[in-house]
T-cell receptor
Framework: GNSVTQMEGPVTLSEEAFLTINCTYTATGYPSLFWYVQYPGEGLQLLLKATKADDKGSNKGFEATYRKETTSFHLEKGSVQVSDSAVYFCAFWNNAGNMLTFGGGTRLMVKP | NAGVTQTPKFQVLKTGQSMTLQCAQDMNHEYMSWYRQDPGMGLRLIHYSVGAGITDQGEVPNGYNVSRSTTEDFPLRLLSAAPSQTSVYFC????????????FGSGTRLTVV
């Protein structure tokens, strides 16, 4: 069935370290892909998206590339900051259910 | 620009009580949805609507009702609260879900005792 698998956390990094959060999906066709971020006590915010193969979404220094060959959408950032500490969710638009299908979330903790 | 507004932010219910979680958006979005967020399980869709007068079930609809009488409002009703419904509930809206994803409200933290 349709699903999203993302690396379990927590991921703990020092400030200015390189970040990768892996995400792979199982879906029919080529759905739009998203990364959402949830800061403590808040709702989810759209971080970036990609709507077709080989597209690169980017925002606030974060990037992710839509790889249809590997059905992946890994999130990367070259230099994380303490303010990036949050939970990150990978998701895709599931046409069959008119819904976003989410991964379980990855908690990132950045230490000064 | 208010976006998606959810009320209340916090609620404690006793088992068997009923209540309505309110959701309103001012962006003229056709799509609206309710998700619940539980530790380690990501977000799961409860109900959704693709326009006024149209609703449908998501992954975990049991124990919840919705209606969509206007484009702006999409309330979620708990008919008889159970401890298993303790969760954080998020309302979300989208102009067209496929390419735009959803805009989320700030959530309602519900505890059923």
């Amino acid at each position: 069935g349709n699903s999203v698998t993302q690396m379990e956390g927590p991921v703990t990094l020092s400030e200015e370290a390189f970040l990768t959060i892996n995400c792979t999906y199982t879906a029919t066709g080529y759905p739009s892909l998203f990364w959402y971020v949830q800061y403590p006590g808040e709702g989810l915010q759209l971080l970036l998206k990609a709507t077709k193969a080989d597209d690169k979404g980017s925002n606030k220094g974060f990037e992710a590339t839509y790889r249809k060959e590997t059905t992946s959408f890994h999130l990367e950032k070259g230099s994380v900051q303490v303010s990036d500490s949050a939970v990150y969710f990978c998701a895709f638009w599931n046409n069959a259910g008119n819904m976003l299908t989410f991964g379980g979330g990855t908690r990132l903790m950045v230490k000064p | 620009n208010a976006g998606v507004t959810q009320t209340p932010k916090f609620q404690v219910l006793k088992t068997g009580q009923s209540m309505t979680l309110q959701c309103a958006q001012d962006m003229n979005h056709e799509y609206m949805s309710w998700y619940r967020q539980d530790p380690g399980m990501g977000l799961r869709l409860i109900h959704y609507s693709v326009g006024a007068g149209i609703t449908d079930q998501g992954e975990v609809p049991n124990g919840y009702n919705v209606s969509r009488s206007t484009t702006e409002d999409f309330p979620l009703r708990l008919l008889s609260a159970a401890p298993s419904q303790t969760s954080v509930y998020f309302c979300a809206s989208s102009k067209s879900g496929t390419r735009n994803g959803y805009t989320f409200g700030s959530g309602t933290r519900l505890t059923v005792v």
